[in-house]
């Protein structure tokens, strides 16, 4: 797996040089990737959705400091709500209330500490996710903090054909990012002869149907993940990251800056 480079990863900060880049000129700007650990098909390990906004951040964060920002990383909130995939082993799932709670603690401690503005970048799109990362956010304003979650029609239409099927988990699109940031979460001699599901998620949840297994996802995943390459991930990663950096500079808003946030 692809690492953060020093300058973007928070980790790495001393608590000093945290402290100079809050007090420099740049807009500081911290993304925190969510994930989930789900079953992804029997291919994909178990913490594909955080690997892929940790993909999607890494290249975001590139964008954010081309436009006179500075972006970071800030260490990942792994589990979330992962109750579609309970029928098989390594859903651990956590509560919305849970998430929401922790997620909304983590942005409030970075906004005290002066943070400008704080992006949470969400890939595992169970519908009480989303709206429990979304929840997170309702405290505060506006300008100061995102969601950047590619289930809105605005940012899945940029997405492959396979994304706005809806027959998109472990299949081509997520497989293909992985291969292309984390190969080492891809079984490639599984991977390549597993048959296609063509089961819309979307359109089941619509429906009411939110258990895989009812579903007809008998192995964890829609979409089809044999005709997943890493080329392909490049290209719906540089998508994923247009769409952070456009919520963060979209949120923030023309001419402002530190002395004015
Ligand atoms: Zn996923």
Redesign the pocket.
Same mark, same amino acid.
Request: proline share 6%; with cysteine; hydrophobic share 40%.
């Given at each position: 797996m692809e690492i953060i480079p020093d300058s973007h990863d928070l980790s790495r900060h001393t608590m000093k040089e945290f402290a100079a880049l809050l007090e420099g000129d740049r807009l500081v700007v911290v993304m925190v990737p969510v994930g989930?650990v789900?079953p !992804?098909g029997p291919h994909l390990g178990l913490g594909?959705?955080e690997v892929?906004s940790l993909g999607a951040a890494i290249r975001a964060a590139v964008i954010l400091e081309d436009e006179g920002m500075a972006p970071l990383i800030a260490p990942s909130v792994p589990y979330g709500v992962t109750e579609s995939a309970a029928a098989f082993k390594g859903a651990v799932s956590v509560s919305p209330d849970a998430l929401t709670r922790y997620l909304h603690d983590i942005i409030s401690s970075l906004i005290n500490d002066g943070v400008q503005h704080v992006c949470l970048v969400n890939?595992?799109?169970e519908p009480e996710q989303i709206a429990a990362v979304k929840n997170a956010t309702n405290a505060f304003e506006p300008g100061r903090v995102s969601v950047a979650c590619p289930v809105t029609k605005r940012w899945a239409r940029t997405l492959s054909e396979e994304f706005k099927s809806g027959a998109c !988990?472990?299949g081509e699109y997520?497989t293909s990012i992985v291969m292309e940031f984390a190969p080492g979460f891809v079984r490639e001699d599984v991977r390549q002869k597993l048959p296609g599901v063509s089961v819309s998620l979307s359109e089941r949840l619509g429906r009411g149907v939110t258990d895989f297994i009812e579903m007809g996802l008998t192995e964890a995943y829609s979409g089809d993940p044999s005709r997943a390459n890493a080329r392909h991930g490049r290209d719906q990663l540089e998508k994923l990251a247009t769409m952070i950096a456009t919520e963060v500079l979209e949120a923030i808003g023309p001419g402002r800056s530190p002395s004015t946030s």
């Amino acid at each position: 797996m692809e690492i953060i480079p020093d300058s973007h990863d928070l980790s790495r900060h001393t608590m000093k040089e945290f402290a100079a880049l809050l007090e420099g000129d740049r807009l500081v700007v911290v993304m925190v990737p969510v994930g989930a650990v789900e079953p !992804h098909g029997p291919h994909l390990g178990l913490g594909t959705d955080e690997v892929i906004s940790l993909g999607a951040a890494i290249r975001a964060a590139v964008i954010l400091e081309d436009e006179g920002m500075a972006p970071l990383i800030a260490p990942s909130v792994p589990y979330g709500v992962t109750e579609s995939a309970a029928a098989f082993k390594g859903a651990v799932s956590v509560s919305p209330d849970a998430l929401t709670r922790y997620l909304h603690d983590i942005i409030s401690s970075l906004i005290n500490d002066g943070v400008q503005h704080v992006c949470l970048v969400n890939n595992h799109l169970e519908p009480e996710q989303i709206a429990a990362v979304k929840n997170a956010t309702n405290a505060f304003e506006p300008g100061r903090v995102s969601v950047a979650c590619p289930v809105t029609k605005r940012w899945a239409r940029t997405l492959s054909e396979e994304f706005k099927s809806g027959a998109c !988990h472990a299949g081509e699109y997520e497989t293909s990012i992985v291969m292309e940031f984390a190969p080492g979460f891809v079984r490639e001699d599984v991977r390549q002869k597993l048959p296609g599901v063509s089961v819309s998620l979307s359109e089941r949840l619509g429906r009411g149907v939110t258990d895989f297994i009812e579903m007809g996802l008998t192995e964890a995943y829609s979409g089809d993940p044999s005709r997943a390459n890493a080329r392909h991930g490049r290209d719906q990663l540089e998508k994923l990251a247009t769409m952070i950096a456009t919520e963060v500079l979209e949120a923030i808003g023309p001419g402002r800056s530190p002395s004015t946030s």
